[in-house]
Every structure is written in C-alpha cells, then in structure tokens.
C-alpha cells in the first residue's frame, strides 16, 4: 500500500518533534564545543597565574597515580576518537552508549591525574566534582571553560559569559553569541537538574530533610529553601555538564538519540573537541609539575598506539611550545 503524501507528512512532522530534546542536546554541546574553538585562541592558557605557579611536589606515589590516570584517560580519549573518525551513520548512532559515558570517564580521569599529582587521591566523584568546581570558580581553566552558575533554582547568577538576550535556537550556531546562549542555558538546565536531585536525596533523610515549623518534612520550596540547597550543592560547571553524559548512557535516554533526525557525526566531533581541549588543560599541569623532560619520558613509555599517535602529537605540537613559553623572556604560547 502507498502511503498518501499528507501522511508522509504528518510522519515527517512527528519525527522531527521526537527528535527536538537530541537536536538541543546536541546544539548545546556543539555551543560549548564553538565557545572553545572561539576563546581558545584569544585567552591562552600559558597566561593562568594558577599555571605559572603550579610546583606541586614530586613524590613516587604521586606520580605512579598520575600516570596510571592519565592511561585511563587517553584510552578513552582513543576510543572516542576511533568512533569519531567511522563514517557509517548508523554505527555512529548505536556507539553512543558507549561514546556518552567514554566522554565523561576522560575527562574525570585527566581531571584525576590532576589531583593526584598534588597528592590528592579520591575516588568519591562528589568530592572530585567540589574540588574541580573550586577550581574553575579560583580561575585555574582558561576562559574558554571557566563558566559557571550559582544560586537558587529561578535566581541564577552566570560568570564568564557576556550578558546577552540571545536565546538559544535549534538553528545552527553560526556567531559566538548564539554559542554562549547556549553554554548559559546547558548550565542553567544542568544546575535544574541537579537542584532537584539534590533535594530529593536530602529530603528522602528524616535526619538531614528540611521541615516546616511544626515539624513535617517539607514538600514544597520557596526561595529560601532553594537557596539553602544551592549553597549545600556548590557550583555548576563544565564537570557536571559533561557528568551528565553519564546518566543519558542509559538505554532509555540513548533511544532519543538512535531515532532523532540530527548530524549524528557532528554530535561525536563536538564532543571529542570538548574532551580533547578539556584533557589538555589538565596535562598542561601536569607537564609544568614534573618537567617537560620527565613528562616526554613517560610518553615515550605507552603503547605504540598512543605514543605514535595524539598523545605524541599533542605533546610536540601543544604541551612542548606552552611550557617552552613560560620560561624567563619567553612569549607567552597555546
């Protein structure tokens, strides 16, 4: 049987509305990916005070655990980058459910590398979530990815990004306005999110949850309420943006993603871009702590597949030419 060209329609037309929640997902991502890509240049990491004076110090436990992440890391960073490079469609799609926690896993482990060259070991995502979060909010990332959101659920107040009506489109993201529109609202849904986690676990503890004056366990929240959560949860930051690829690597939520009409390629390239600047930043500190000598050596070390590939070339072409330009009468680089 034909089907009539008002049906096919009709289809179309709901297809595209199921596929909505991807598409914003996915323009939220290709937002922070372009907001990198826009800043990364102008705002150079070699500047961060944080950086200049990183002298953590060297102690064989520290960097046994250094480097055991960091291997974590650029095994996951492999991964992300061999799905990205497949040009089949299909294969792309049904790789998310290993892509979206991949992308996370990365990230956290470059993160704890980074801590654990300073001597801090936890295992606790919650407290490597606070201690990263501190830093952003001490200015240790360059711009590019330092914003964040605090306050109450309604009151958020956003940092390093520009004051702008801009609202944030399902069309593609051609200016660094539209790309900051949505980074603000990535983070302000982020922050929704966690807000209402948040209190749901704390009211779900008859010791912890919050009560009215006659003593009941409060059902409903005002502004004051609202604000003692904020300030009990911290910040929102790029690290609980990209945690929250985490939960959507369920089965339920990847389904979305396999049926919506999106550029499923670009949705991997985006995030890898994201990845691959976010893991730089933390390798930067770690090459200024032990030594651009040392720090070569342990490249040298890996396995071929990553001493011969991005790991190498980021190191020459990136790490080298940055620590290069701290040093006294240098230019500042990268």
């Not at 240790?140 to 489109?169: I, M, N, R, T």
């Amino acid at each position: 049987m034909i089907e009539q060209p008002e049906n096919q329609l009709i289809n179309a037309d709901e297809q595209w509305k199921k596929s909505i929640p991807a598409q914003v997902f996915l323009n939220h991502f290709r937002g922070i990916d372009y907001h990198i890509r826009h800043l990364a240049g102008s705002n150079k990491i070699g500047h961060l005070a944080g950086l200049r004076r990183f002298h953590p110090k060297q102690e064989a436990e520290r960097l046994n655990l250094t480097k055991k992440w960091l291997l974590n890391a650029w095994n996951a960073e492999y991964t992300l980058r061999t799905t990205a490079a497949n040009p089949d469609k299909n294969f792309l799609k049904y790789a998310l459910h290993s892509t979206f926690p991949q992308a996370y896993y990365s990230v956290l482990y470059s993160a704890k590398a980074f801590l654990a060259i300073q001597g801090i070991n936890v295992n606790a995502e919650a407290i490597i979530r606070q201690i990263i979060n501190g830093y952003v909010v001490k200015g240790w990332y360059p711009k590019s990815v330092s914003f964040y959101a605090e306050g109450p659920v309604g009151h958020y107040s956003l940092h390093h990004l520009l004051d702008s009506d801009e609202q944030a489109l399902l069309l593609p993201i051609q200016t660094p306005k539209q790309a900051e529109a949505h980074v603000a609202q990535f983070l302000k849904t982020t922050r929704n999110i966690s807000a209402r986690v948040f209190r749901q676990r704390l009211q779900a503890n008859p010791e912890k949850a919050l009560r009215t004056k006659t003593g009941k366990i409060l059902t409903k929240f005002g502004v004051r309420n609202w604000e003692q959560i904020a300030k009990s949860m911290g910040v929102t930051t790029y690290f609980d943006i990209m945690a929250r690829l985490k939960v959507s690597g369920t089965q339920r939520e990847l389904e979305r993603f396999v049926e919506a009409d999106i550029d499923i390629s670009q949705f991997h390239h985006s995030l890898l871009n994201i990845v691959k600047y976010l893991n730089f930043v933390h390798e930067c500190y770690i090459a200024k702590a032990v030594g651009i000598d040392e720090y070569t050596q342990w490249i040298d070390a890996l396995p071929a597949y990553l001493r011969d590939g991005f790991v190498k070339q980021r190191l020459q072409q990136n790490t080298r030419p940055l620590l290069d330009s701290l040093r006294p009468n240098r230019r500042l680089a990268v």
